[in-house]
T-cell receptor, first 111, second 116 residues
Framework: DQQVKQNSPSLSVQEGRISILNCDYT??????FLWYKKYPAEGPTFLIS?????DKNEDGRFTVFLNKSAKHLSLHIVPSQPGDSAVYFC??????????FGQGTELSVKP | GAGVSQSPRYKVAKRGQDVALRCDPI?????LFWYQQALGQGPEFLTY????????KSGLPSDRFFAERPEGSVSTLKIQRTQQEDSAVYLC??????????????FGPGTRLTVL
């Protein structure tokens, strides 16, 4: 039972364009969502988060959108840079504090 | 300040051996989490400590897995009689949180365990 799903295993984008990474969840009790970025042989690095009381949170080139009715969130990166190439995980925090992760989307930004 | 550190970074064990994986959380962080990440998958929760108390161990896959945090800082994840299916990256994360509210978990680099 996959409570958090990232249906696109990979995404390729041209440098300077927008990258949009998507994530769906099934549990309406989730109230805090996070995006992590992961390079090979490193641990996940926190990128941005959003509380369920908001529908948008922005930090520099990164914006996360939350659509609670659709149980969907997305991460927008504008403009995309080659250094953004990594695996991106979306995660939802359950009431006990543990994170439920999606399977990840590998983003490749081409120069 | 320093982030979460884990040691060893890589561990190769023969099937049946016991292993111990160490996590040093960010100083002052109350909560500590262990996750297991299989190849090509997202991390999966194993267990959670608040200070020295283990509040949730629902994700530990079997009684061969044991975790402790005796003084509320450093934590050790022990796997007894390792099996090939235990091969994975073991991630540790810490956060400031005590009770309630959302908080960000910060991850260490992980320990890659390979069981032959």
């Amino acid at each position: 039972d996959q409570q958090v799903k990232q249906n696109s295993p990979s995404l390729s984008v041209q440098e300077g364009r927008i990258s949009i990474l998507n994530c769906d969840y099934t549990n309406s009790m989730f109230d805090y969502f996070l995006w992590y970025k992961k390079y090979p042989a490193e641990g996940p690095t926190f990128l941005i988060s959003i509380s369920s009381i908001k529908d948008k949170n922005e930090d520099g080139r990164f914006t996360v959108f939350l659509n609670k009715s659709a149980k969907h969130l997305s991460l927008h990166i504008v403009p995309s840079q080659p250094g953004d190439s990594a695996v991106y995980f979306c995660a939802a925090e359950n009431q006990g504090g543990k994170l439920i992760f999606g399977q990840g989307t590998e983003l490749s930004v081409k120069p | 300040g320093a982030g979460v550190s884990q040691s060893p970074r890589y561990k190769v064990a023969k099937r049946g051996q016991d292993v111990a994986l160490r996590c040093d959380p960010i100083s002052g962080h109350v909560s500590l989490f262990w996750y297991q990440q299989a190849l090509g998958q997202g991390p999966e929760f194993l267990t959670y400590f608040q200070n020295e108390a283990q509040l949730d161990k629902s994700g530990l896959p079997s009684d061969r897995f044991f975790a402790e945090r005796p003084e509320g800082s450093v934590s050790t994840l022990k796997i007894q009689r390792t099996q090939q299916e235990d091969s994975a990256v073991y991630l540790c994360a810490s956060s400031l949180r005590d009770w309630g509210g959302a908080d960000t978990q910060y991850f260490g680099p992980g320990t890659r365990l390979t069981v032959l």
